[in-house]
């Protein structure tokens, strides 16, 4: 009895030395697959840094807004009708590209955040477009046609204001 006692321990330790070595080669897989993809993580996160800094390199390259008076500007020459806003000090007007949310925001009774504003002049709302905005939207808060009165709400710049249509 002894004797068979022993043998059935044995196997027991044999089949848990098995099951052990069994686990501990998933766990070394399960590693490998973890690694893999902390990897490929990694790569995600510094691509998207890069990214992220070339855009704001570009956009600070880029001239910020076009520098044309509206007394020297003829109306009949600028596309569609008169731009949405000008600074009041000097009657500039901004770059073109930048007068559908001037215009939005010329016309709303309060600040807007980028997630709005993309609502209302963007055919796709999801979050690349959002953050691109937002950049445009951060880009115009640094030429003072825009103010940001408090995070993440964007209104136009005092001395921005709608040109009179006389």
């Known amino acids: 009895m002894e004797q068979e006692l022993l043998t059935l321990l044995k196997q027991r330790e044999e089949a848990a030395r098995h099951r052990v070595e069994g686990l501990r080669a998933e766990l070394a897989a399960l590693n490998e697959r973890i690694a893999a993809a902390e990897e490929e993580l990694s790569d995600l996160v510094v691509t998207q840094t890069t990214l992220a800094r070339v855009f704001a390199e570009r956009d600070a390259r880029e001239p910020e807004f076009e520098q044309v008076s509206s007394r020297e500007a003829d109306p009949d020459d600028l596309p569609g009708c008169l731009p949405p806003v000008v600074r009041v000090a000097t ?9 559908p949310v001037l215009a939005l925001l010329a016309s709303a009774n309060t600040p807007l955040r980028a997630k709005e504003i993309c609502e209302v002049t963007e055919e796709t709302v999801d979050h690349r477009h959002v953050e691109t905005l937002r950049m445009r ?5 640094r030429g003072e046609w825009l103010a940001e009165p ?11 204001r709608a040109p009179d249509r006389t």
């Open 150 to 160: 408090s995070k993440g709400l964007f209104a136009l710049a005092d001395g921005v």
């Open 137 to 141: 939207l951060k880009r115009m808060v």
């Open 91 to 99: 009657g500039e007007v901004p770059a073109e590209g930048d007068w």
